[in-house]
């Protein structure tokens, strides 16, 4: 084989290029009117209120945890398939995190393994909940909105794989991964393997204005100079810091970059979903490839998979893996589950054990998936992993 496939790559244009020459051209390379633009347009494509534009998908989930007072008497419950940001935000404030299991048949956060930490212990015990839209497929949050309410939780959704996603609720409705009519905030990712890539960057939805508001306050070093919250105002030039805030934010030229490879993001999605119909016909009824989701059964439920990931699950993960490897085609495992880190383990989590996270560790493998991955090259690696089973 010639070239490397990779797991994941990102689709820069003539058109993305050209925007960010536009914005190295313009008056301002950060703190200008792309990064409004680019909110105000994300913010319409999701179905939110509010997007706040930050650093990256990391900065996001910390800024969240900071709006919703994080400290060190919370304790919020995770899953552990996810990257470790979707627990360390919390630590960073101080608080306590503890993980969920899986639904072995999605990957995602398991609803009855969260109601049953919630149910053994009082009310008022736990604080939040963040579930994690896994490899694009979205979480039933209105399920979770319920049992949140019910225990007076707030909800972070992470969206980071699934701008574009979707599931329909109970009265029929489509609900847009992120539009936060479930969620308090859902945060999202443009890292170059995600939907739309800025390089670094990412993008924190609501619908909760006062939410909003320390938001945009903690990015920018907990600094205001909005008249109306001023406690005086020595003039024109005048700011004040209200808060311990951070600098987070995203400059001009790559919010001029995700500008751009918004207005492509249908188009991305479509060609996801292509790939993953044509994994799924390679790999119906094989004893040796399982899916992790069929994309025509959940078609029929209402939802729309986002395919960030294609997962299968095998037995012979480690041996299949290095066979592709040896012929160009870099898959990948997504994920470890988050408290086998030796951080988390030397932390407090040695005994942790959630069986399902572990068995879906022991199996995963994430295939090529990314937009211009193309019908040749998707069949190189279908045909790279029956020549693997074929010489087993």
């Known amino acids: 084989m010639d070239s490397i496939i990779p797991y994941g790559k990102q689709h820069v244009t003539q058109q993305d290029i050209d925007a960010v020459v536009d914005s190295l051209k313009s008056d301002f390379l950060t703190q200008g009117p792309k990064v409004a633009q680019f909110e105000r347009e994300f913010a319409d494509y999701i179905g939110c209120k509010f997007a706040v534009a930050v650093a990256n998908g990391t900065a996001a989930l910390h800024l969240c945890a900071l709006a919703l007072d994080v400290n060190n008497k919370s304790r919020i419950i995770t899953s552990p398939i996810t990257f470790a940001a979707s627990a360390n935000c919390i630590l960073y404030c101080g608080g306590s995190i503890e993980f969920a299991d899986i639904d072995p048949a999605t990957g995602t956060l398991d609803f009855e393994s969260v109601k049953e930490k919630l149910q053994s212990k009082s009310k008022g015990y736990y604080h939040g909940i963040i579930p994690v839209d896994f490899a694009g497929y979205p979480v039933d949050l209105e399920k979770f909105k319920k049992l949140a309410d019910e225990y007076g939780l707030w909800i972070i959704e992470d969206a980071c794989h699934a701008p574009g996603g979707y599931f329909t609720d109970s009265n029929n409705v489509i609900q847009n991964c992120g539009n936060g009519n479930y969620a308090d ?23 909760n204005e006062s939410l909003y508001n320390s938001l945009l306050k903690f990015r920018t070093h907990g600094i205001t100079k909005d008249p109306a919250q001023l406690e005086k105002n020595d003039g024109g030039w005048y700011y004040e810091m209200h808060e311990l805030g951070y600098n987070y934010r995203i400059p001009d030229i790559l919010c001029a970059l995700g500008i751009s490879q918004l207005s492509r993001a249908d188009e991305g999605l479509s060609a996801r979903k292509k790939i993953a119909k044509r994994y799924d016909k390679a790999f119906e009824k094989n004893d040796f490839i399982t899916p992790l989701t069929l994309h025509n059964s959940l078609e029929k439920d209402g939802i729309s998979h986002a395919y960030h990931l294609y997962v299968i699950k095998t037995k012979e993960r480690l041996k299949l893996y290095n066979h592709l490897r040896a012929n160009s085609i870099f898959s990948q495992v997504h994920y470890i589950p988050v408290y086998k880190m030796p951080y988390y383990q030397r932390n407090g989590f040695e005994e942790v054990k959630c069986l399902h996270a572990e068995k879906y560790y022991s199996e995963c493998l994430s295939l090529p998936m990314y937009p211009t991955l193309s019908e040749k090259e998707q069949n190189l690696v279908i045909e790279s992993i029956f020549t693997f089973i074929k010489n087993l």
């Open 185 to 207: 905030m859902s945060i999202f990712s443009f890292h170059p393997v995600k939907h739309i890539a800025t390089g670094e960057g990412g993008m924190i939805t609501t619908n």
